[in-house]
């Protein structure tokens, strides 16, 4: 199927619109979109080190490394020497880290299902789209989607 580049372009700025948009009208998030993003990867992949963290995120490494040493001293990550290479570091997700991660789902949640309630679209209408949505998530991460 070939489909022009507006229709990928749109549905991108859609979900950045989204999580930027449910981010601001959320009550009760204290993370960052940039911090939660960190927390929800090492939640999703386990200990990482800290330049695959960088590089996941799209930037240098020294910004990683501020990043990674304030969510160490909010206690929401642990740094630990790489066993593959004492020279590395390992990011892991604490149980503080993963208690703030989803406090701040909780709290985007909320906006985002208010928003589903106008819609003139069926429960099974979004459960579609949802699916739609992880499977290109999955497919641009190089993941295996639900359906091929």
């Known amino acids: ?58 930037c240098a490494q020294p910004s990683m490394t501020g990043l990674v040493t304030r969510l160490g001293d909010a206690g929401l990550v642990t740094r630990t020497t790489d066993p593959a290479d004492a020279r590395a570091v390992l990011v892991a997700l604490t149980d503080a880290g993963r208690d703030a991660l989803l406090a701040n789902r909780s ?23 949802t699916g739609l949505l992880e499977d290109i998530t999955a497919l641009v991460s190089g993941r295996t989607p639900r359906v091929a």
């Open 1 to 58: 199927m070939q489909l022009d580049g507006d229709l990928a372009e749109r549905l991108l700025l859609s979900c950045s619109a989204l999580t930027r948009g449910a981010a601001a009208a959320a009550d009760g998030t204290r993370l960052s979109l940039t911090q939660a993003r960190v927390l929800s990867t090492l939640d999703r992949d386990g200990a990482l080190r800290v330049s695959r963290l960088a590089e996941l995120e799209g």
């Open 107 to 129: 709290a985007l949640r909320a906006p985002v299902a208010d928003a589903l309630q106008h819609l003139p679209a069926s429960p099974g209408d979004l459960e579609r789209l």
